[in-house]
Nanobody
Framework: QVRLVESGGGLVQPGGSLRLSCAAS????????IGWFRQAPGKEREWISC??????????????KGRFTISRGFTFSRVETKGTVALDMNNVKFDDTAAYYC?????????????????WGQGTQVTVSS
């Protein structure tokens, strides 16, 4: 059973940096997609970034390109594949304030973010404030 646990959220000033982490476990051997979404109060959930587990190919929504970097480190095993996905947030803006969620699915998509999402984490709050 896939389990996703986010951490690293908090208060950050505009222009500052923050690193979010998602501890991911319970995967079977094979490729999958894992990434980040965010949801600000009163707004729909928005896809941010995605990375493929095996190749490490990355995808970003336009609003975070050049500022956010996604990375992963997984141990692949027939028993259980597990690891961590990080989101390095640089030069943050007020509009980056949101609850950030880790999610996993079948593949990354430059249009929809992650196709066939099957698991979500509980979220971690990021607040950008001076």
């Amino acid at each position: 059973q896939v389990r996703l646990v986010e951490s690293g959220g908090g208060l950050v000033q505009p222009g500052g940096s923050l690193r979010l982490s998602c501890a991911a476990s319970g995967f079977s051997l094979g490729d999958f997609a894992i990434g980040w979404f965010r949801q600000a109060p009163g707004k729909e959930r928005e896809w941010i970034s995605c990375i493929t587990a095996l190749s490490g190919t990355t995808y970003y929504t336009n609003s975070v390109k050049g500022r956010f970097t996604i990375s992963r480190g997984f141990t692949f095993s027939r028993v259980e594949t597990k690891g961590t996905v990080a989101l390095d947030m640089n030069n943050v803006k007020f509009d980056d304030t949101a609850a950030y969620y880790c999610a996993t699915g079948k593949r990354c998509s430059s249009d929809s973010g992650i196709e066939a999402i099957d698991s979500w984490g509980q979220g971690t709050q990021v607040t950008v404030s001076s």
